[in-house]
């Protein structure tokens, strides 16, 4: 429907089109969508149409088409550009990734991780090299997890044995037994791939 194609309408800063991709912003169990859920506008209905005197706006989220009044516009934005944390959970064919140093503080070597990984197919980076090299130099803050109270919890009751094998001399050596430490998780003299060699994110992929 031409007619159809050719409506729009203005909220605040925004002009939503149909056809325009829109991105979730809050969590609607009720509707079955979710904040980072990005759609497609599909009609776009003026106020003398509908019932209840208001515009309104139907997106559809994979095989959920959800219909918003204006006083729920702000539930949804527009979905051309994003940032990392709300493109978390999905994949684009295509991604654009800008490298600038005005915003330092989000050049982490694990925002950038997430940020490359959001690809398909095409990754295009643009920008500063020197804010690319940053990003993967800059670890950022260390993980404060439970993992270590964890294991002290663990090897008061139980001691954990695992086997590795020594590095080959002249002559090889029979794998040995250790006992698991803090002293060894706290040096990182244990692998944490110990068993994953071969396995490839791939072979978890439908």
Same mark, same amino acid.
């Given at each position: 429907?031409?007619?159809?194609?050719?409506?729009?309408?203005?909220?605040?800063?925004?002009?939503?089109?149909?056809?325009?991709?829109?991105?979730?912003?809050?969590?609607?169990?009720?509707?079955?969508?979710?904040?980072?859920?990005?759609?497609?506008?599909?009609?776009?209905?003026?106020?003398?149409?509908?019932?209840?005197?208001?515009?309104?706006?139907?997106?559809?989220?994979?095989?959920?088409?959800?219909?918003?009044?204006?006083?729920?516009?702000?539930?949804?934005?527009?979905?051309?550009?994003?940032?990392?944390?709300?493109?978390? #959970?999905?994949?684009?064919?295509?991604?654009?990734?800008?490298?600038?140093?005005?915003? #330092?503080?989000?050049?982490?070597?694990?925002?950038?991780?997430?940020?490359?990984?959001?690809?398909?197919?095409?990754?295009?980076?643009?920008?500063?090299?020197?804010?690319?090299?940053?990003?993967?130099?800059?670890?950022?803050?260390?993980?404060?997890?439970?993992?270590?109270?964890?294991?002290?919890?663990?090897?008061?009751?139980?001691?954990?044995?695992?086997?590795?094998?020594?590095?080959?001399?002249?002559?090889?050596?029979?794998?040995?037994?250790?006992?698991?430490?803090?002293?060894?998780?706290?040096?990182?003299?244990?692998?944490?791939?110990?068993?994953?060699?071969?396995?490839?994110?791939?072979?978890?992929?439908?």
């Amino acid at each position: 429907n031409t007619d159809n194609k050719r409506r729009e309408v203005k909220h605040f800063d925004f002009v939503y089109r149909v056809g325009d991709k829109v991105l979730q912003l809050v969590n609607q169990p009720e509707l079955n969508v979710f904040n980072g859920d990005i759609g497609e506008i599909t009609s776009i209905q003026f106020a003398k149409e509908t019932e209840d005197k208001v515009d309104e706006i139907t997106v559809l989220f994979d095989a959920t088409e959800v219909t918003y009044k204006k006083t729920d516009w702000n539930k949804f934005t527009l979905a051309y550009c994003c940032s990392i944390h709300k493109a978390q #959970g999905s994949e684009f064919n295509m991604v654009i990734l800008p490298m600038v140093k005005q915003y #330092g503080r989000m050049l982490r070597r694990n925002l950038l991780y997430t940020a490359i990984t959001r690809s398909k197919n095409k990754l295009i980076l643009c920008g500063d090299e020197g804010a690319f090299r940053f990003a993967t130099e800059n670890a950022g803050d260390l993980r404060r997890t439970m993992l270590v109270e964890k294991l002290l919890r663990n090897s008061e009751s139980d001691k954990i044995i695992f086997t590795v094998d020594e590095p080959k001399a002249v002559e090889p050596s029979k794998p040995k037994n250790f006992t698991l430490s803090i002293d060894m998780v706290l040096g990182q003299e244990i692998n944490p791939m110990i068993g994953m060699e071969g396995v490839t994110p791939y072979q978890f992929m439908k």
